[in-house]
């Protein structure tokens, strides 16, 4: 297979990762924005334009030290799925100590190798009880500029028709996904070995 026909290959397998429609546009876009060269999209090739129906449900991260992951910006929609306003917090504020040195190691290894990562969460704290699924594909953007921060920008997405608002007690931590994989972007992924590494620090 050719260089041209691989990334084809690999380019294909990314836009059909997830399940969730809106993900796929997203992915869509950030290819656009990629172009043909190049295993990520510069931030002044981002035309915010291309996903405008999907601002609410984006999150952008600047990794500005192993444990200072910023939240940059948080969609409207992430806030009323987690019950507080997240834009401005450090990843890691928000994370539950125990499961902080995985999620570091996942979002590390997707902004600096780079690739992308796919996840769901199963959300129980509902107003009603019952669980909803949300979808999260992540993907790299290049900063602009040398000793920038590196940059990580997520689409969250529900899974089917059902939605549940949060419950009012919600805590304020946003919880590890239930199911996680690296998406592959021209530059490999980790090994299995490495994620049960990590695993195995977090526990």
């Known amino acids: 297979m050719g260089t041209f026909d691989a990334a084809n290959a690999l380019d294909q397998a990314l836009l059909i990762a997830p399940h969730d429609q809106a993900n796929q546009r997203f992915i869509a876009a950030w290819l656009g924005w990629r172009g043909p060269e190049g295993l990520m999209p510069k931030r002044s090739a981002v035309e915010?334009?291309?996903?405008?129906?999907?601002?609410?449900?984006?999150i952008l991260f600047e990794i500005i030290s192993e444990d200072d992951i910023r939240i940059k910006v948080a969609g409207?929609?992430?806030?009323?799925?987690?019950?507080?306003?997240?834009?401005?917090?450090?990843?890691?504020?928000?994370?539950?100590?125990?499961?902080?040195p995985l999620r570091r190691r996942r979002l590390s290894e997707m902004a600096t190798r780079p690739c992308g990562g796919t996840m769901i969460n199963r959300e129980t704290y509902t107003d009603s009880g019952d669980a909803v699924s949300f979808e999260t594909v992540t993907l790299p953007v290049e900063p602009e500029g040398l000793g920038k921060p590196r940059l990580l920008m997520s689409n969250v997405a529900v899974l089917g028709a059902?939605?549940?608002?949060?419950?009012?007690?919600?805590?304020?931590m946003i919880f590890?996904?239930?199911?996680?994989?690296?998406?592959?972007?021209?530059?490999?992924?980790p090994a299995q070995s490495t994620e049960l590494h990590a695993r195995c620090e977090a526990a």
């Open 48 to 58: 915010l334009g291309d996903i405008k129906g999907l601002l609410g449900r984006i």
């Open 76 to 100: 409207s929609q992430l806030r009323d799925h987690i019950n507080f306003e997240a834009t401005g917090r450090n990843f890691a504020a928000v994370t539950p100590p125990d499961q902080w």
């Open 162 to 172: 059902v939605y549940e608002p949060p419950a009012k007690d919600r805590p304020q």
């Open 176 to 189: 590890m996904p239930d199911q996680f994989r690296f998406l592959d972007l021209g530059a490999g992924i």
